[in-house]
């Protein structure tokens, strides 16, 4: 069928195409990882750190929603807020930061989460906490989930100092998810 | 090197290239999200649901597939079926329905699931139950795994009404997945 | 606007388009899956390898990548290895492979696999021994994270045989899940 168009016609299908391939090109997933943070467990959260790290180092955007227990890694156990009501029982029943979380296996009432770092110690890896400084300087995003926030009585004030941590809404998790490469949640 | 092609030989390249820009489209995740549930937690299937309706107010599609324990949100409570052997044993031992499900985390025997209930209650936001209701309004689709069904002994007569709930094997899933900008597990 | 180009420009504008072209089916996706093991759950590691086969059996490649306790899977209890110190006590605590891995619920100190086990066997369903070796005649990679073989004091030498199994980083975990439609953590 070669050879039976006109120049006229020909230059309707480039630009057909182009906007084709225009439409395509937006709806194109950024190189960007978003990790979603349910569980709250000490092992679970540390993988997602180290992904994240491990993102960073070939310059993919990353990240992290936290969300229900997810949300207690990032509480500074050094700034206490006086609660009242169901908000003080969640506040004396969550993990008040990095260094409390539980293990989601062996938790062993907090003997296995001691045992892992201090394998983690003897072999070099780094703890959670090195794992959230680096994370900072690395660029890594951390969105808190408001919901949470309101749910267990969490207040801003008792979150810990990071450089890039912000606070959002489900439609704005669903929005880093649909531009993701990945979305998984720990 | 422009200017050097006939019009036959660019014609061949546009029919060429509008084919390669066909199958990039063909190719594309729809905009569409899945969620697997297999955990069976309240805390869990109560995010994918607020995810779900989420998604939904931006106009994706939403499948749920639930598989395992996944599978016990979608009991209900006031259609028993007489079973015999290890059918009755899961029976009994199973959540029957949404207003049954543990926690992943501080269940301490059905008093965690108390707690976070009233806590959202108290903040106005959605029980589950109220969030599987919307998401029936909303179009979610529910696809529940038919060799949990098989395993556990469930019957389609023990199950809620929901507008859009069927029962599909993995290759299902696998399609939604594939077709899907996200796909993850609670 | 049509009929204002001449070939020299239509041309141009030809290998423009086809430049973004070739740049978008570049970074398309595979045809592929990449499953991520973390909790070393027997009902969540057999999700993981039915999902596995059923995406074989579309010609969908998949990677399975074991870090944390989803090694534990893969150690071959016929296999012992010396091991000192706290290296002994990871050999002591761990499942000693697949016939050992626990439920995520429903536990019951072993009761609940031998339940599921049960029920498997009778309702004709693949033990997760069964589908470990299908998913190695399916062509199904296993990549153990090295990182997790170091902290827990796993040895290669006590780990299953299996035709495509060996030990990665992060760093090659993360380029399975850019490459893959979908990847997510069990």
Same mark, same amino acid.
């Given at each position: 069928?070669?050879?039976?168009?006109?120049?006229?016609?020909?230059?309707?299908?480039?630009?057909?195409?182009?906007?084709?391939?225009?439409?395509?090109?937006?709806?194109?997933?950024?190189?960007?990882?978003?990790?979603?943070?349910?569980?709250?467990?000490?092992?679970?959260?540390?993988?997602?750190?180290?992904?994240?790290?491990?993102?960073?180092?070939?310059?993919?955007?990353?990240?992290? !929603?936290? #969300?229900?227990?997810?949300?207690? =890694?990032?509480?500074? *156990?050094?700034? %206490?807020?006086?609660?009242? $009501? +169901?908000?003080?029982? !969640?506040? #004396?029943?969550?993990?008040?930061? =990095?260094?409390?979380? *539980?293990?989601? %296996?062996?938790?062993?009432? $907090? +003997?296995?989460?001691?045992?892992?770092?201090?394998?983690?110690?003897?072999?070099?890896?780094?703890?959670?906490?090195?794992?959230?400084?680096?994370?900072?300087?690395?660029?890594?995003?951390?969105?808190?989930?408001?919901?949470?926030?309101?749910?267990?009585?969490?207040?801003?004030?008792?979150?810990?100092?990071?450089?890039?941590?912000?606070?959002?809404?489900?439609?704005?998790?669903?929005?880093?998810?649909?531009?993701?490469?990945?979305?998984?949640?720990?």
């Amino acid at each position: 069928m070669a050879g039976s168009k006109s120049v006229e016609e020909l230059e309707k299908l480039v630009e057909e195409l182009s906007g084709r391939v225009a439409a395509l090109e937006q709806s194109q997933p950024e190189d960007r990882l978003t990790s979603g943070l349910l569980s709250g467990d000490l092992d679970k959260t540390m993988a997602a750190f180290i992904i994240a790290l491990g993102a960073r180092a070939f310059d993919i955007e990353v990240d992290i !929603f936290a #969300t229900f227990w997810g949300t207690t =890694a990032f509480r500074d *156990p050094k700034k %206490r807020v006086e609660k009242r $009501g +169901m908000d003080r029982m !969640f506040d #004396t029943m969550l993990p008040a930061g =990095a260094g409390q979380l *539980p293990l989601s %296996r062996m938790n062993m009432a $907090g +003997m296995g989460p001691r045992m892992i770092r201090k394998a983690m110690a003897q072999h070099g890896a780094k703890s959670l906490e090195e794992l959230l400084r680096e994370a900072g300087e690395a660029g890594v995003r951390i969105h808190i989930c408001t919901m949470t926030m309101d749910l267990m009585g969490l207040k801003p004030e008792e979150m810990i100092d990071y450089p890039h941590l912000d606070y959002v809404g489900v439609g704005q998790f669903i929005d880093f998810a649909n531009r993701s490469r990945q979305c998984w949640f720990f």
